[in-house]
C-alpha cells in the first residue's frame, strides 16, 4: 500500500448551480477542496457584486456541517457590466476575478460579450487594479470548426487583448490544446492556465467511437490525443504557470440524454482519484501537489492551505457511484474508463 500526503487542494474552476442542485453536488467539492474560484454562469448570471454575495451565502448555507469551505466568488462580464462595481467587489474582497464567456460559447453564454470593445473600460480597471480576467477561450464565429475554435480565440483575441492590455492578468481556462499549453509557456507575464481532469483523460474518440457518447460532451471539446498529451506533459511538468480547475459542471441526466444534450462532465467527487492515477501512470506523483494545491494559490495571490489530505492507493478499485441523485434529478458521474485504485482517506 502506497500513501501520498499533500496540502488540501482547491479547484480553480467549478459549477455548482443553484437550488436542488447546488445542494446534491457540494459535498462532492467540500469533502476534499479547501476552495473553489465559482463559476457565474446561472440563470440569471451573476453579475453584480451584490449578486456574488447573495450566491456566497446560498453555497455557505449548502455546505454539509463538518465540511470546511471557502467559495471565491466570480462576477460574469456583460456588455453593461459597471467597472466601479467590479473594483468595489474586488477590493473588499468579495470576488477574485471576472468570467469572460464570448456570447455563445458555452453553456449559459448568451449574456456574454458579443463587443470586446464594450468591456474595454472593465478590462483596463482590472488591469490597473491587478484583477484576473478567466476566460473561456473560443470563438463562436459559425465558419470555424468547433476543434479548432480555441486556436483561433488564442490568434484573434486572446493575443490582441494582451498586447492591448499587458498587465491584465489573464486565466485561460479549460485549456485543450497544445496551442493553449504552447502559448501560456511562450508568454510568460501575466498570463496561467487551469486544466480539468477529464481532458487528460480523454481525447474526442470518447465522445464518438461505438456510439454518441453524451456524458464525454463538454466545452472546450475534448481534442485529438495529440492536444492530450501536450495537456498531461504541462500538467506533470510542475510548471507553477498551469493547476487544476475541475470544471466540474452537473447536468441532471435527461438533458445530456437527449437529441441536443449539453455540454457539462461531473467529476468532483472522482477528480483526486483519477489525478492520482494520471500522475502516477506519467511517474510524477510528486508534481501533484503543485497542480492541485500551490500553483493555483500563487496565481490567485492567496495563501496556500495548512491542512492535508491523504491519498491512499489500495489493491482493490475504488467504487464511486456510476450516478448521484440531487433534487434536480439524477447526475452521471465522469467515467474514465479504467479502473482507479487512488482514493482519499
Ligand atoms: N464545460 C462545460 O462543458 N460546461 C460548462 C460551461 C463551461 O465551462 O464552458 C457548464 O456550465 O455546463
Ligand atoms: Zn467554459
Ligand atoms: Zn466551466
Known sequence: MQELVIRRPDDWHLHLRDGGMLRGVIADTSRHFARAIIMP????????????????????????????????????????????????????????????????????????????????????????????????GEVTTPEVDIFDREAVFIETVLDPLRRRLPDLRITMEHVTTKDGIDYIKEHAANLAGSITTHHLIINRNAILVGGIKPHYYCLPVAKRETHRLALRAATVSGDVRFFLGTDSA??????????????GIYTSINTLSCLAHVFEEEGALDRLEAFTSLNGPAWYGLPVNEDTITLRRGDEPVRYPAKIETEAGPVTVFDPMFPLYWAVV
Open 41 to 136: 454562469n446561472l440563470v440569471p448570471p451573476v453579475v453584480t457584486s451584490a449578486d456574488a454575495a447573495a450566491y456566497r451565502e446560498r453555497i455557505l448555507a449548502a455546505v454539509p456541517r463538518g465540511h470546511r469551505f471557502e467559495p471565491l466568488m466570480t462576477l460574469y462580464l456583460t456588455e453593461g457590466t459597471d467597472p466601479d462595481d467590479v473594483e468595489t467587489g474586488f477590493r473588499n474582497g468579495l470576488v477574485k476575478a471576472v468570467k469572460l464567456y464570448p456570447a455563445g460559447a458555452t453553456t449559459n453564454s448568451h449574456s456574454g460579450v458579443r463587443d470586446i470593445t464594450k468591456v474595454m473600460p472593465v478590462l483596463e480597471r482590472m488591469a490597473e487594479i491587478g484583477m484576473p480576467l478567466c476566460v473561456h
Open 250 to 263: 452537473p447536468h441532471a441526466d435527461p438533458l445530456k440524454e437527449c437529441a441536443c444534450g449539453c455540454a
